[in-house]
């Protein structure tokens, strides 16, 4: 009988980490720790990605950086390198990254498959890229189309730090952020949407903890031109029918931003007025489900050639 992979995450004790964690357990691998004394001890952590098959980083940026010139020292001093999945925002447009969105097009996950470098999308850009792509690719948006982007996250998305604050007595029920319109998640919407333009990407940040809708309303006639609601809905459709993770759900006057907490799915909808002159797209996920550890597990299973199965 074949060995099950070993995966190490680096990370672990953050929210990201935890969860993937925990979600590991249905897949046939087998986690290595280390002792949570040392580990940002980089000599443990080297240890443990040389043990590894899969490493997945659960970290902020420079510590993602730093951890990847450790996998790539491992490889030039000859010894055995693991692939890498990265949970962070380091790598999401980098060359020689492959973007871990299983949903992006047709050749997507194979091109995970092979992957040695593997880049789990945003949770933003995971409901934002799931509407967009799929209407420029059908080129009813064109690529210069100006998007604006909307969207409410529950505040686990925030990290250790929010979910403090948050859950402080008398932490803030509702903020809008990024209001400088620089949001990191940007260039990653951009690039894998395919958009010529940076979007107008509003953020906000409400008093629940996990969840998500992002939303992106179109004035229909801005699109190619003969263009319908209908089509939109049937672009989307035909996109997503063979997908397990997204599903293209009917309009609906209102939507509860946490209603898919602690799943590993995302809605789509497209809600139009009467006459079919304006619209809004929306994308319900979980920020940590579809949005970032559910991802992970679709990634890591593609990776390393895995289904899940144990623990079910
Ligand atoms: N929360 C979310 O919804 C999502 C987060 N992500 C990404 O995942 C990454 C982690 O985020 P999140 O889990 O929210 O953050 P957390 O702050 O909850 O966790 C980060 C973890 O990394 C540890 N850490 C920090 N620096 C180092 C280091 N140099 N060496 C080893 N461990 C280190 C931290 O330890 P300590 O606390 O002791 O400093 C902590 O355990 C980020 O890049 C984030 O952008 C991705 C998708 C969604
Ligand atoms: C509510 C909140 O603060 N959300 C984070 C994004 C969530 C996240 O961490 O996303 P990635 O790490 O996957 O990029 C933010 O806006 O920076």
């Not at 390198?81 to 996950?109: M, N």
């Not at 672009?235 to 907490?261: G, H, M, P, Q, W």
């Not at 799943?263 to 489900?289: C, P, Y």
């Amino acid at each position: 009988m074949m060995a099950e992979p070993v995966v190490f995450i680096d990370g672990e004790a953050g929210t990201t980490g935890l969860e993937i964690r925990e979600r590991l357990l249905s897949l046939p691998v087998r986690i290595y720790s280390v002792d949570p004394a040392r580990r940002k001890d980089p000599q443990a952590r080297v240890e443990a990605m040389a043990e590894a098959d899969l490493v997945v980083l659960c970290l902020p940026d420079d510590a993602s950086r730093e951890a990847v010139a450790m996998v790539e020292q491992l490889a030039t001093d000859g010894r055995k390198a693991p692939k890498i999945l990265d949970a962070s925002t380091a790598f999401r447009t980098a060359p020689g990254w492959v973007y871990g969105f299983p949903e992006l097009s047709e050749d997507q996950p194979e091109a995970i498959m092979r992957a040695n470098r593997v880049s789990n999308p945003g949770c933003y850009p995971t409901g934002a890229i799931a509407l967009l792509r799929p209407l420029v690719d059908a080129g009813v948006m064109a690529p210069d189309f100006p998007v604006t982007i909307n969207a409410i996250s529950g505040y686990t998305g925030g990290g250790r730090s929010m979910i403090e604050e948050q859950e402080r007595e008398g932490g803030p029920a509702f903020l809008l952020y990024g209001l400088n319109l620089a949001h990191k998640h940007l260039p990653e919407i951009r690039s894998h949407a395919l958009l010529e333009h940076r979007p107008v990407f509003v953020p906000s940040v409400g008093h629940f903890p996990r969840g998500m809708i992002v939303s992106i309303p179109i004035h229909m006639n801005l699109l190619e031109k003969g263009t319908t609601v209908e089509d939109l809905r049937v672009i989307l459709e035909k996109r997503y029918v063979a997908s397990s993770f997204v599903t293209v759900c009917k309009a609906e006057n209102t939507l509860v931003a946490d209603a898919l907490a602690g799943q590993d799915g995302m809605e789509l909808r497209v809600h139009a007025d009467h006459e079919g002159r304006n619209a809004v797209l929306t994308a319900r996920l979980d920020n940590l489900g579809k949005g970032a550890s559910g991802a992970a597990i679709q990634n890591i299973a593609l990776m390393l050639g895995v289904s899940p199965g144990r623990g079910e």
